[in-house]
């Protein structure tokens, strides 16, 4: 039980880019200050994920999107996710995507705010052939069919 006065701050899964973790494929960050702010305003606890870094891609990585179709397709083993090089990481990307809704059931996390225009992370838009592309990206496809609030953030917000 917390302590008299402090309030219980609900958990939720952010893309740890936006807290401002270095783990985009380029070594950057996307740190979002309004986006802290927000999470205080509404009583939520961010925990940090990066799927892209948990499923062993490593930091630089080559930038990727999804083949074609969309994420749901990649979910189903009907499209892939490649490399500009034309390396599939498909794999990769389930067991990030994977990796995200274990964290949420492990800390009990109905709400996600996610990286736009990630090939992993992105709710509203993604990449798909290279292009960016209406649609969910990997993670936030399959956290959305568990029934999971997800919210897409635009990133670098001051
Ligand atoms: S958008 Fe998602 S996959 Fe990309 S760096 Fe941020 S947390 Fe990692």
């Given at each position: 039980m917390s302590p008299e006065g402090e309030r219980e701050l609900q958990p939720v899964l952010v893309s740890a880019c936006l807290l401002g973790a270095e783990c985009r494929y380029d070594g950057a960050?996307?740190?979002?200050?309004?986006l802290?702010?927000?999470?205080?305003e509404r009583g939520e606890r961010a925990v940090p994920y990066c799927p892209e870094e948990r499923s062993g891609l490593g930091t630089p990585r080559p930038p990727v999107w999804i083949e074609s179709i969309d994420a749901d397709?990649?979910?189903?083993?009907?499209?892939?996710?490649?490399?500009?090089?034309?390396?599939?990481?498909?794999?990769?990307f389930l067991t990030g995507a994977q990796g995200a809704l274990s964290v949420c059931e492990e800390i009990g996390a109905?709400?996600?705010?996610?990286?736009?225009?990630?090939?992993?992370?992105?709710?509203?838009?993604?990449h798909v052939?290279?292009?960016?592309?209406?649609?969910?990206g990997v993670t936030t496809a399959l956290l959305q069919s568990a029934g999971v609030e997800v919210e897409g953030v635009e990133g670098r917000r001051p």
């Open positions: 960050h996307n740190h979002d200050a309004a802290t702010r927000l999470l205080e397709a990649v979910l189903a083993g009907e499209a892939r996710v490649v490399t500009e090089g034309g390396q599939d990481v498909s794999a990769e109905t709400r996600a705010y996610l990286k736009e225009r990630s090939p992993s992370c992105g709710v509203c838009s993604t052939g290279g292009e960016p592309t209406d649609g969910p």
